[in-house]
């Protein structure tokens, strides 16, 4: 689904209205009626629109409009509607204009008393700073909220106050439970300090003909998309069918990275996983991972040519390459990272495994100077804000702000890679510009191995045919999705979630993408 700014979306309205005739008058109606239906939709099936206190904020622009014929389709419904239009002061309880008292202890009531409260104060349209009494408004609404856990908050198109641009927010603002978005999710939603403030993201539908596409090359992925993406499994297959992938990961220190980015790949379908191991290593790995196979390298102190050559030897065959995570960053193993690079640049398009490098792989990587011109083609890279940082000389990288984006579009065209930038917002850009971002997020992920995991799904991904670029796409959401799934079966939250957690609900996470409407 297509992600817009601010003037993508006036620009897609104005051609609305242009080629179509679909004025904003019209607009608005569907605007109100969709985010009426979603609305109803996550009320149910625990709450009925029947006798449900609903009090709308209206603002003067659009946005109110918006909220306008939202509040007629509720109250149509059943629901008491209590209207307060900011602008004008005015309140109007269930149709009737309250004037015997001063409005704002009447105002007070009307907070105190609804069961969900609506934002439809300013949208894209907000051009400065909130006034104060716009601000005394939200904080009324918020000190409730924090007295009452059951007052539902609700954003119409966006929080008011937050900048659909960039993710900044105003010092008014504040964060709801749901935002009922319109058309198209927003730019600013998918950054901090914005991201904490938007909810349960819903996008309604105003009736924007199909063939007005927005121009912006940015994407939220969503289960549809991934659900199409997934590789068919025909019936008659077999292990041949759906590739084999090599890892070269892991070492004294750190060998259960191998186990996790190995178990991951075959967990997302690849039909033969290949462990590149010293015999040191081998018990290891032979004993916890049963349905690995392995290409014995000769152990660490060689010379690493011969290394390289042990593995370069059993490449063959190989639909794609995992090199990085646990590996080490010693000088041997980046001359060993780069004579398999050269080998790999060598191959014919349709000889060469797809290459994903993550951790220290990159670490040695970005010790190298102009790394980049050493990848073959349609490499993916998967830094981490901290890898990014030093693959770019040392800047500092944000985790979750919007710079991220540019940066990372930015880097992807310049070193013509697919880069997977992780981070509390991750996002993948592809060597042509275009950018896609997983919405969803899950902080229990915030563990050691998670990301041996993301990099073993793609591998897996990549095996099986998948571009670079929709293999990358499909393993950050499914990465999400499954943590999702093992918070809900092992009944956990934020945090105590291992990295092998995952792996059994991997499988499940393919079923499952349809899980989330969008
Ligand atoms: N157009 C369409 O076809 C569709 C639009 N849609 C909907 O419209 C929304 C955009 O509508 P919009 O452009 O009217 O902007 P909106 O956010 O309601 O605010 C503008 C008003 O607020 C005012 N104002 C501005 N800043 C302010 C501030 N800080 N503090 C106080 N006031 C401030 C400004 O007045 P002025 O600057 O002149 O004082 C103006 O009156 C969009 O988010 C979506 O909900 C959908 O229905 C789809 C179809
Ligand atoms: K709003």
Redesign the pocket.
């Known amino acids: 689904m297509h992600i817009v700014t601010i003037s993508e979306m006036k620009t897609l309205?104005a051609q609305a209205e242009q080629q179509y005739g679909l004025t904003?008058p019209i607009?608005?109606q569907n605007?109100g009626k969709s985010a009426a239906d979603l609305f109803e939709a996550n009320l149910l099936p625990t709450y009925s629109l029947k006798g449900l206190k609903v009090l709308f904020l209206i603002?003067?622009?659009?946005?109110?409009?918006?909220g306008l014929v939202m509040a007629e389709h509720l109250k149509n419904a059943g629901a008491l509607i209590s209207l307060y239009h900011w602008k004008e002061q005015k309140l109007i309880v269930q149709g009737k204009h309250q004037q015997d008292q001063p409005v704002h202890e009447l105002l007070t009531t009307q907070i105190k008393d609804a069961d969900y409260i609506i934002d439809a104060l300013?949208?894209?349209?907000?051009?400065?700073?909130?006034?104060d009494d716009?601000r005394a408004l939200l904080a009324l609404v918020k000190e409730e909220r924090s007295r009452r856990e059951s007052l539902g908050l609700v954003a119409?198109?966006?929080p008011t106050g937050l900048n659909a641009d960039t993710g900044e927010v105003d010092p008014g603002s504040i964060a709801v439970d749901t935002t009922i978005t319109?058309?198209y999710p927003k730019l600013g939603f998918f950054f901090f300090p914005g991201r904490d403030y938007i909810g349960d993201l819903e996008v309604g539908d105003?009736g924007l003909p199909d063939a007005l596409e927005p121009s912006s090359h940015t994407e939220m992925i969503t289960g549809q998309q991934v659900h199409k993406l997934l590789p068919e499994r025909p019936l008659n297959s077999n292990k041949g069918t759906f590739g084999k992938v090599m890892l070269l990961c892991g070492s004294l220190p750190y060998p259960g990275s191998a186990f996790l980015a190995g178990n991951s790949a075959a967990r997302v379908g690849a039909g033969l996983i290949t462990l590149a191991v010293t015999e040191k290593m081998l018990p290891f790995y032979a004993s916890s991972f049963h349905e690995a196979t392995f290409a014995i390298l000769p152990e660490e102190d060689a010379e690493s040519f011969e290394r390289a050559k042990a593995l370069i030897e059993k490449l063959e065959g190989y639909k794609a390459l995992l090199i990085g995570p646990g590996l080490g960053q010693s000088a041997n193993t980046r001359e060993v990272i780069l004579q398999v690079l050269e080998h790999l640049r060598s191959l014919p398009d349709d000889k060469r495994p797809h290459l994903v490098i993550d951790a220290d792989g990159l670490n040695n990587l970005s010790a190298l100077e102009r790394w980049w011109t050493l990848l073959p083609k349609d490499t993916v890279i998967t830094p981490h804000p901290g890898e990014m940082g030093r693959l770019s000389e040392g800047i500092k990288v944000s985790g979750g702000n919007i710079e991220r984006l540019e940066l990372a579009r930015k880097k992807a065209q310049e070193w013509q890679v697919n880069l997977l930038l992780k981070g509390s917002c991750t996002l993948i850009a592809n060597p042509t510009g275009n950018t896609r971002i997983n919405w969803w997020g899950n902080p229990a992920l915030a563990t050691a191995g998670t990301g041996d995991v993301l990099a073993g799904m793609i591998s897996g991904f990549l095996a099986q045919g998948m571009s670079p670029f929709d293999a990358a796409s499909a393993a950050v959401y499914l990465h999400t999705a499954a943590a999702d799934l093992v918070n809900e079966h092992m009944n956990i939250e934020r945090a105590g979630l291992l990295a092998s957690d995952l792996l059994p609900y991997i499988p499940m996470s393919l079923v499952n993408t349809t899980y989330s409407e969008l």
Do not use: K, V, Y
Request: aromatic content about 0%; overall charge negative; cysteine-free.
């Open positions: 309205e904003s607009l608005m605007a603002g003067p622009g659009n946005n109110g409009g918006d300013l949208g894209t349209g907000r051009s400065r700073p909130l006034p716009m119409i198109d966006l319109l058309a105003i």
